[in-house]
């Protein structure tokens, strides 16, 4: 029988995720199929008793339902734990199993390119959803140190704290202080929405060098004005394409137990910018 995946969230209409894992399905030849299903704030509980009729094989979470989503889990793994959110889950025997990919999806690109996050010095903008997965990430490899900067203090006061529990280092600044210390960094990670409507950069790259790796989750557009000025300074540079394409390629191993076919997937994913 055909096996149903999902990716459940809101907005949905513009997600990526059914064109990448509808490409490795058909690569692999497997008899699968995977949907972008719209489950707006606050009706979760009804949205995943809805999954369960349709005997949904796994399904990735994304934007408002990756914390909350925690509360329908029957079991999960450590990644999970640890971030307190979960992006991908597999139905095991009828029971829901959390995961979460976004952290070694985001370590996947700097490892690629042979870098080490050990005893680094991180800027990380932004303290929302997807910056609690990086600073979990930088926690793993060790990092020095992890410094947040973001337009509500009260948010990076909270990271700040969060970072701690997991044994790094971390204090907090404000964007336009940032903006005037990139070059302390090694790793400078934008994890804000700034980018992806308007051509802005949410700190002033001044100061970026080549020294710096500048990383930016914003993927649309593929150059943000962060990633094209850091290149014009002779950063290393990271397309956020490649977190994206890293955390599908674990969700879908972790579902299917197969080697995610990386090509066709990457080709699928670029072919829509
Ligand atoms: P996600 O799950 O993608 O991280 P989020 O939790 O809504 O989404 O977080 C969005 C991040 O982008 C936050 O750090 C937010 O800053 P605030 O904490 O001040 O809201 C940041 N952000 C969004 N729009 C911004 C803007 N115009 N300028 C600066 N920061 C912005």
């Not at 490795?24 to 369960?52: M, V």
């Not at 339902?65 to 999970?80: A, P, Q, S």
């Not at 609690?132 to 704290?161: G, P, Q, S």
Request: proline share 3%; with cysteine.
């Amino acid at each position: 029988m055909t096996k149903t995946y999902a990716v459940i969230g809101d907005p949905i209409d513009h997600s990526l995720s059914p064109a990448i894992h509808n490409a490795a399905f058909a690569f692999l030849g497997l008899d699968c199929t995977y949907i972008a299903y719209r489950i707006p704030k606050g009706e979760l509980s009804e949205g995943i008793e809805s999954l369960k009729l349709i005997n949904i094989a796994g399904f990735n979470v994304t934007i408002p339902h990756k914390i909350e989503m925690m509360k329908f889990l029957d079991d999960m793994d450590e990644d999970c734990k640890t971030i307190g959110a979960t992006n991908t889950v597999n139905n095991e025997n009828g029971k829901f199993k959390g995961y979460n990919t976004d952290m070694d999806g985001f370590l996947e690109p700097i490892k690629q390119r042979n870098q080490s996050c050990k005893d680094s010095n991180v800027l990380l903008i932004g303290a929302g959803g997807a910056a609690r997965a990086i600073v979990a990430a930088f926690a793993k490899e060790k990092a020095h140190k992890i410094t947040v900067a973001n337009r509500t203090r009260e948010k990076a006061e909270e990271l700040v704290k969060f970072a701690n529990n997991l044994g790094l280092e971390s204090d907090h600044t404000d964007l336009v202080n940032a903006g005037n210390t990139t070059g302390n960094y090694k790793f400078i990670v934008n994890a804000t929405s700034v980018g992806m409507k308007n051509n802005t950069s949410p700190i002033s790259t001044r100061m970026i060098n080549k020294d710096c790796t500048v990383y930016d989750l914003v993927y649309m557009p593929v150059d943000t004005e962060l990633l094209e000025q850091s290149k014009k300074q002779g950063a290393t540079i990271i397309y956020g394409w490649e977190m994206l394409l890293a955390q599908a390629m674990r969700s879908f191993e972790i579902w299917t137990k197969r080697k995610a076919p990386y090509e066709a997937m990457k080709l699928t994913l670029l072919g829509r910018f």
